[in-house]
């Protein structure tokens, strides 16, 4: 499928459409709403029993995680063999990196077994950046989490779990709160929400973790959560990410829990249809009490399920522009 007129980063977009994934900034609303529904179809299927579709099969798939995960690599494997792809777990720590082979090197090495796909995570934000610019063209690259920069699956799944809740996103309120400053998560789900047309985005923390630059990506900035989350409608809480800060940015734990951890509390101040979402690993006690992440407006554990599907739909549109 072709997109006229799509105004994005030119590295992302091949001739016959999306080649890689790298980032949701600017990404053309056609081309979301393509994903989201294909992650919905592919959620149907499931729940009908039809799990494992022939859609990849004869494909080689690599995740290349250099930073840990639980969620993203677990739900990358499970949705490549989902759609019948061979995948590798390349296990970095024990690769010949310990013995100072370059990243492209490692990425030209892999391709020259065939490798179809990269999926990458990367404590150096342009990571996967780089290795789309090098590959040859056949070959895709998904961004699973560069630095602070993106987390464009991670966006993806979040719009879709919204959707699946909120049925639109039409006048939706929504609401940001924690460590926006280091958080790719933040910035992927404030472009996709722009992009499906959310005017009303808060996002919410100390003046060190949500600074005023933040206005620039056409969100509200909030420094108290009690006037951040009144009557939203989604409430997308943040981890603080403290691999990627210095000391001083941070209040105690328990200082940051007093000032803007969601407690049963404050989840009345928002409308009383409200949803909570944190894209994990949460820190009970730190952004939110364990009684709202294991309540009943908490849609934690869900947002897992349908990362599956999405990310299964991410893989069967780029792979798809190739066919
Ligand atoms: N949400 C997320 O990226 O979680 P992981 O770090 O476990 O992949």
Known sequence: MKYKGAVMNDSQMGERGLRHLLSLENMPKEI????????????????GGAKKVPV????????????????????????A????????????????????????????????MQADMFVVRHSQSGAAHLIAKHVPSGVHVINAGDGRHSHPTQGLLDAFSIRQYK????????????DVLHSR?????????????????????????A?????????????EIEKAVLGVDVIMMLRLQHERMSGTLLPSPQ????????TEERL?????????????????????????????RSIILPQVTYGIAVRMSVMAVLLGNSL
């Open 185 to 209: 998560v933040a910035r992927s789900q404030i472009h996709v929400l722009k992009t499906l047309g959310v005017d009303d985005i808060r996002v919410c923390g100390p003046r060190t973790l």
């Open 56 to 79: 990849l099969r004869g494909k080689t798939i690599f995740n290349l995680f250099f930073e840990n995960s639980t969620r993203t690599r677990t739900t990358f494997e499970i949705a």
């Open 211 to 223: 600074p005023e630059t933040v206005s620039d990506l056409g969100v509200t900035v909030f420094h």
């Open 81 to 112: 063999k989902r759609l019948s792809a061979d995948v590798v777990n390349l296990n970095v720590s024990t690769s010949s990196q310990s013995k100072g082979e370059s990243l492209l090197d490692m990425v030209n090495n892999l391709v020259a």
């Open 32 to 47: 979301v709403i393509d994903i989201l529904d294909r992650a919905g179809e592919f959620l149907s299927a499931a729940s």
């Open 268 to 296: 009345l101040l928002a409308d009383n249809d409200v949803i909570v979402m944190h894209p994990g690993p949460i820190n009970r006690g730190v952004e939110i009490a364990s009684s709202v992440a294991d309540g009943p």
């Open 167 to 178: 049925n639109s996103f039409d006048g939706l309120r929504v609401a940001i709160v924690g």
């Open 255 to 262: 200082d940051f829990f007093r000032g803007y951890g969601l």
